[in-house]
């Protein structure tokens, strides 16, 4: 193995620390610094960047994270067994580690970030679902981060990626891929994990860009597209029924047949819906 740092390997800091994983926490720990350091490297060149990291765990990404040359790294961690154990990374990475005990869905890292940011996370797939969900509806765009980089379990990120046609294709696609590039940068099988989650898991990178890929209203398309994959068997003029009196007529004016089903649209017929919704 090559020598990614001077610390201890990360099982004798689980050992020395106690750190048993908690099925409570999502604790699923990544303990090959190789690996990490790969997952680092997807996050893009980090040396002009400050990184924020949400759940560190005993540290192995942040070590990645680290070790690649980020210029600094947030991290924020809810259990604090971990501080222990990510209190020797920052001492050995003098002024280059930041760490916040607490809940992430619940602290604004903002203060503690300077721009450009770039986000990296392996974190329990609930809250990560919930914070990727924020981190593509800010109120304002472009948002605070240049990139996400996310471990998610396979379905999701394959629903984040999905493209029309599919059945991963929904709800999150779209919101993700209206204002992102967003693509898998790795798969990981469960033994990857300490210890091994039940199901594969795959590293989403997303990329913010400056402007939406389509014209559209945030607030319309996100009602437009949920009201839609909501009732996804049906066909559109029924399940939007709620959406405008005159839907079909706004269907047809964006050029989508009030027969289709919403797993038939493309992103650019939902921006165009979205247009034709909010059109007087
Ligand atoms: N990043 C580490 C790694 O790759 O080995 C740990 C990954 S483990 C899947 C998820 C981590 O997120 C755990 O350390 C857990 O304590 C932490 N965590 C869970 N919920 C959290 C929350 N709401 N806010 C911050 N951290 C959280």
């Not at 597209?225 to 399940?239: D, G, H, I, P, S």
């Amino acid at each position: 193995m090559s020598v990614i740092d001077d610390l201890p390997p990360l099982r004798a800091v689980i050992q020395s620390h106690d750190l048993s994983a908690r099925k409570s926490l999502g604790q699923n720990f990544l303990l090959d610094l190789n690996l990490t350091a790969k997952i680092a490297r997807q996050a893009g060149d980090l040396s002009d960047c400050d990184v924020l990291e949400i759940g560190p765990g005993p540290g192995g990404l942040t070590r990645g994270l680290l070790a690649e040359g980020a210029r600094h790294v947030l991290a924020i961690e809810k259990d604090r067994r971990c501080l222990p154990a990510l209190a020797e990374i920052a001492a050995a990475y003098p002024g280059r580690l930041t760490v916040i005990e607490g809940d992430a869905l619940e602290i604004d890292p903002l203060a503690h970030l300077t721009p450009p940011i770039r986000v990296a996370a392996n974190l329990p797939y609930n809250v990560g679902t919930e914070l990727l969900v924020r981190w593509l509806t800010p109120p304002d765009w472009p948002p605070f981060w240049q990139s996400l980089t996310l471990m998610f379990q396979r379905e999701v990120a394959e629903r984040i990626v999905a493209g029309p046609g599919s059945k991963a294709y929904g709800r999150l696609a779209i919101l993700a891929q209206w204002r992102s590039d967003a693509r898998i940068a790795m798969q990981l099988p469960p033994e990857a994990f300490t210890p091994p989650p039940k199901v594969s898991s795959s590293v989403v990178h997303l990329t913010a860009l400056a402007r939406p890929r389509f014209d559209a209203d945030a607030a319309v398309l996100s009602r437009v597209v949920a009201a839609a994959f909501n009732q996804r068997r049906k066909m559109l003029r029924a399940a939007l029924k709620g959406v405008a009196p005159d839907i079909e007529d706004r269907l047809r004016a964006a050029g989508i047949a009030p027969t289709e089903r919403a797993e038939q649209v493309s992103l650019e017929g939902f921006c165009a819906l979205a247009r034709a919704v909010a059109a007087p």
